[in-house]
């Protein structure tokens, strides 16, 4: 079999189950594992994998630069939003995270909505200036601005002075292997900062997340209360994660 030929199938095996094995890959076609491993590095070069230990998972395209995330699956993320949207009861204080989805949730609150939001996005502060009985607190930092947030040593101090009923988490791969996953090592801090100061932490997942991998750990699926997402129930990686003891708000 031709390398080409090779990749085509590992990427036909990514997308139908979620996951590549690299040693079984290799027995099935009768080859040596470090071909298959160095498959996977070509793919993952081309950003169409990401690979992990003893394989890959199929790379996330939430990956991309904020303007091109903005135009991808905007209606699924509004499905999320809105679900999310509804978890936000008059007189909470809330965590609201960066990030399109987290601005699809910012512009569907209702406007008689009396809340609080923290947010370390100045697209989602800004979103809320209008909301007359929203108390909107932005924690500053470095600019972040592949995802238009602050993080940094600042940004994580800020984040101690917070107390919140409920922190909305943006991620862009959720795995049953991997867990909850960000293309960023100080976005990732931030969003475990932000995490330790609610009582509650959901995840805003539209489709295109769910399966999908990022290089750096945020969360493992059991710090959360749930996942909010519009994947179809039948999603064998939505399935796996219910079997795993994941709450879904099905969106």
């Known amino acids: 079999m031709l390398a080409a030929q090779r990749r085509d199938l590992l990427l036909d095996r990514l997308r139908r189950d979620r996951r590549v094995v690299a040693k079984d890959i290799a027995t099935e076609l009768g080859i040596s594992e470090d071909t298959i491993r160095r498959d996977l590095r070509d793919l993952a070069a081309m950003g169409l ?6 394989g890959a998972l199929p790379a996330s395209p939430a990956v991309a630069d ?11 993320k509004g499905r999320v939003a809105a679900a999310a949207a509804a978890l936000i009861q008059p007189g909470t204080t809330v965590i609201v995270d960066g990030g399109t989805t987290a601005l699809a ?17 100045p697209t989602v502060g800004a979103a809320l200036a209008e909301h007359p009985n929203v108390e909107v607190y932005l924690l500053g930092g470095r600019l972040f601005k592949h995802s238009v947030v602050a993080c940094g040593a ?10 919140a009923d409920l922190f909305l988490l943006g991620v862009t791969g959720v795995h049953p292997d991997a867990g909850l996953t960000t293309g ?24 295109e997340k769910i399966g999908a991998a990022s290089r750096f750990a945020v969360l493992p699926l059991t710090a959360v209360a749930g996942i909010i997402s ?3 129930p039948e999603d064998d ?9 994941v709450p879904i708000v099905h969106a």
């Open 237 to 245: 990686t939505l399935r796996r994660l219910v079997e795993g003891g």
């Open 66 to 76: 904020y303007p091109t995330r903005r135009q991808v699956g905007v209606d699924s």
């Open 154 to 163: 600042a940004a994580v101090e800020a984040a101690q002075a917070v107390n």
């Open 184 to 207: 960023d090592a100080d976005e990732a801090a931030m969003k475990r900062a932000l995490a330790q100061r609610a009582a509650d932490t959901y995840v805003l997942a539209s489709a």
């Open 49 to 54: 994998c990401q690979r992990v230990y003893g």
């Open 230 to 232: 519009d994947a179809p």
């Open 105 to 121: 949730v910012a512009r569907i609150l209702p406007a008689a909505l009396r809340a609080t939001v923290v947010t370390h996005s």
